[in-house]
């Protein structure tokens, strides 16, 4: 079933691809977008970017990169096979516009298949679709540059005095990105990064204001980085366990109505634990039943889903948010530490984890949402997808760390023209909000899930994805959060004492290096 609803989905969206001959470039009416500035280029090679639209460079000083144009009194819902309000005028004049994309062979996470890809499968076929759809209305082309090493590409650039990199994936934080002074600060592009099509909590996590009070954003998460769905931690279910489980309680429904909580977790955990070997041990390698199998990741998974911050940013500026919240940070780890060590409950290898999962040996299984990619090809498998749970129903909204697998996008300072980079930006984001991000979740809920309301789960789950600089800047102190619950230590205090000093340092080091 799940085969036939991915072939169906595919070949709906084939289908779209040959009908958009006929689709005219009246624009969509959305909320205002940032630029309808840029500067006309030549347009005679297809390597030199190039807009119609006219216009200068702004600071992004104050962030506000709000669009100057008036924005229509009525809105229509968005498609993503016209233009968006603002850009109606936009030409590339031909332009090519290419994106250095890490190919994944070293160690599987392929960038390059977001940007361009020849599979058959949905997401990929949505991926052509967009690309597609960006040819006709602007009159350009998208390519990539599916490499193991992006440096020498941007180099080669810099050197030769020619931009032929567009923009390109950076992995595992993208600090030494803002540092090093190669790339542009994204303010100064004209992006609207109050759209919806960007993720607006890494934007807030991740503009630093340099010590002139500039606004500065070196890295950018729209919805063309699909890392940033499938590098989301969240819990996997085993629905055929789940149906035998003695709680009875509809899952779903509960994480509805915020009655998702980790007590509640550990009671399904505790109850669907079943141990069958006959050595009063529960090991799911035996054939024992497990209430919950996860990685040593999982406890970063567990303190995130509290949405406390170890490294906050408060309009710009980045400081230690442990101190400010030792209470909630103490009672978070005494919970989580709690739950870890929940009878029924064992960690293990990542592979195991899916073993786990595709042999109904486990209810939960806590893993990145690519483990149902790798999972898509086992038969007779029913699985869904959960959040984290609440640390009481009284908490705002759920939380989700993203893995530093995650890939950021940066423009490096070599492109010539970067207001009509940020122009491409905006609506390839666009593009992807409304063409590309809905294919995924079909592709997951449907094809990988086969479950409807994992659809929904999934929307949550990316809703509620959250960033931190004491990970992904600086890993070594999530690190220690991640120890006091596997070493079922409490040390928040201690920690904060030690910490908070040379921490301040960091950030102020930070600072200094973009502010130079």
């Known amino acids: 079933m799940k085969r036939i609803l991915a072939l169906v989905l595919s070949l709906a969206m084939i289908l779209v691809v040959f009908l958009m001959a006929g689709c005219g470039d009246d624009p969509t009416e959305t909320t205002g977008s940032s630029s309808t500035s840029g500067t006309t280029g030549s347009g005679s090679e297809t390597d030199n970017t190039s807009g119609t639209s006219g216009g200068s460079e702004t600071t992004g000083g104050s962030g506000d990169t709000s669009s100057s144009a008036t924005e229509p009194t009525e809105t229509a819902e968005p498609d993503g096979y016209s233009k968006p309000y603002g850009f109606e005028d936009v030409d590339f004049g031909g332009a090519t516009f290419t994106i250095a994309a890490d190919d994944g062979v070293a160690d599987g996470w392929d960038a390059s298949k977001e940007v361009y890809s020849e599979e058959t499968d949905t997401i990929s076929v949505a991926v052509r679709l967009r690309n597609e759809v960006m040819q006709e209305l602007y009159n350009c082309t998208i390519q990539v540059e599916a490499v193991g090493e992006i440096g020498p590409l941007i180099e080669a650039d810099r050197t030769s005095g020619t931009d032929r990199i567009k923009a390109y994936t950076v992995k595992y934080g993208g600090k030494g990105t803002a540092e090093d002074g190669a790339n542009y600060n994204l303010y100064t592009l004209g992006i609207n990064f109050e759209n919806p099509w960007w993720d607006q909590t890494y934007v807030d ?264 600089p004491g990970y992904l800047w600086w890993s070594q102190y999530e690190s220690s959060f991640s120890g006091f619950i596997s070493n079922d230590q409490n040390e928040v205090t201690r920690w904060n004492d030690r910490n908070a000093a040379t921490i301040q340092n960091d950030i102020n080091t930070f600072v200094e290096k973009i502010s130079s």
């Open 205 to 468: 996590t991740y503009s630093v204001r340099k010590n002139n009070g500039t606004m500065t954003l070196y890295t950018m998460i729209g919805d063309f980085a699909l890392s940033s769905f499938s590098a989301t931690h969240a819990i996997i279910v085993n629905k055929d366990v789940l149906a035998t489980s003695p709680v009875q309680d509809d899952i779903y429904e509960l994480v509805r109505n915020k009655e998702w909580t980790m007590d509640k977790f550990m009671e399904f955990i505790i109850n669907t634990a079943q141990e069958s070997s006959g050595n009063s041990e529960l090991h799911w390698s035996e054939g024992d039943i497990m209430g919950w199998v996860r990685t040593a990741h999982a406890t970063h998974g567990l303190h995130a889903a509290s949405g406390l911050s170890i490294i906050e940013n408060n309009d710009g500026v980045l400081s230690l948010a442990v101190g400010n919240h030792l209470t909630e940070w103490s009672t978070v780890m005494e919970t989580a530490i709690a739950v870890w060590d929940t009878q029924g409950s064992e960690t293990i290898a990542y592979t195991d984890v899916q073993e786990a999962l595709s042999s109904a040996t486990t209810l939960f299984g806590s893993e990145v949402l690519d483990v149902l990619e790798r999972m898509k090809d086992t038969e007779n498998v029913s699985v869904g997808v959960l959040p984290y749970p609440l640390y009481s129903e009284s908490q705002e909204n759920y939380a989700h760390y993203v893995d530093n697998h995650i890939y950021a996008y940066a423009v490096p300072t070599s492109v010539s023209n970067p207001t009509v980079m940020g122009e491409f930006l905006e609506v390839y984001a666009f593009h992807s909000r409304y063409l590309v991000r809905p294919a995924w979740i079909d592709a997951y809920a449907y094809d990988y899930c086969s479950d409807a309301d994992s659809a929904e789960m999934l929307e949550i789950i990316l809703d509620t994805r959250t960033y931190d």
